[in-house]
C-alpha cells in the first residue's frame, strides 16, 4: 500500500497547483517564452498476474500508485512528455504444511515482494472536443527498475534437521513500453484529466487507473 507520506505530498502538490496557480493566474502572470506543463496523478494500479488454485498462496497485486510528469507542446495536437511513476508492489505469500522425515510436519513460508519505479519518455496526441475538453492518448519508452525481496523459512519438527531461514535481494531494469489514453478539462492553464495507463516490463504487465492535474505556464 502507499504509506502516508507519498500521498500527503501529493496532495500538497495538488493544493498547490489548484489553489495556488489560479490565483497567479487571476494575477495576469505572462506565458513563458517556452511553453511547458507540470502535473501530478494519483491512482490505482494492478498486476497482469496469474492466478492459481494453491489455497496456501495469498497474492496482493494491486494498490496506489503515483506520477510526476512534465510535458513539451509542440501544438495543440502533440506534445513531449517524460514522467516519472513509482508503481504499488506486487506481494506473493506461500504458508504450506506438509508432511516431513519420520511422519513430523514441516512449516513453509515463502515471500516475494516486487517493487517498481521508472521514467517515461514519449509523444502525447490530442483530439480537441471543444474549448475546454479532449481526448489524448500517449506512446513513450519506459526505462523501469524492479527491486525484488525474497524470502524462504523452513522449520522442521525434527531436532535433528536444520531450519532454513535465507532472505535474498536483487534488482533488475530495462526499457520496455507505456500507453495510456484519456481525457481532460482546461480551464484557463489548469488542467484535470482521467487516464488508463499500461506500463510493460520483463516481468509483468502492470495497468493502471489515475487521476491528476496538471498546470500550464
Known amino acids: 500500500m502507499i504509506n502516508n507520506k507519498i500521498i500527503r505530498i501529493w496532495l500538497a502538490a495538488v493544493f498547490a497547483v489548484c489553489v495556488v496557480m489560479p490565483a497567479v493566474c487571476r494575477a495576469a502572470l505572462p506565458k513563458s517564452p517556452v511553453p511547458f506543463y507540470i502535473g501530478t496523478g494519483l491512482g490505482s494500479s494492478s498486476y497482469d498476474y496469474p492466478n492459481n488454485d494453491l489455497e496456501s498462496r495469498s497474492v496482493d497485486k494491486s494498490g496506489f500508485y ?39 510436519n514441516v512449516d513453509l513460508y515463502r515471500s516475494s515482494v516486487q517493487d517498481n519505479y521508472g521514467f517515461r519518455l514519449g509523444l502525447k496526441a490530442s483530439l480537441p472536443l471543444s474549448r475546454h475538453f479532449a481526448l489524448y492518448s500517449k506512446a513513450s519508452f519506459f526505462n ?50 482521467i487516464e488508463h495507463e499500461l506500463y510493460q516490463t520483463e516481468i509483468e504487465n502492470i495497468y493502471g487507473v489515475n487521476v491528476g492535474v496538471l498546470y500550464r505556464f
Open 66 to 104: 503515483y506520477q510526476l510528469f512534465a510535458g513539451y507542446p509542440i501544438n495543440k495536437y502533440f506534445a513531449i512528455e517524460a514522467g516519472f511513476t513509482d508503481l504499488s508492489k506486487l506481494e506473493e505469500i506461500i504458508e504450506q504444511e506438509f508432511a516431513g522425515t519420520g511422519d513430523r
Open 144 to 193: 523501469w527498475h524492479t527491486d525484488i525481496d525474497k524470502k524462504l523459512v523452513i522449520n522442521h519438527y525434527d531436532p535433528s534437521i536444520e531450519d532454513t531461514n535465507r532472505v535474498e535481494s536483487y534488482s533488475d531494469s530495462g526499457t520496455d513500453g507505456h500507453f495510456a489514453i484519456g481525457i481532460e478539462g482546461t480551464k484557463e492553464r489548469l488542467t484535470i484529466f
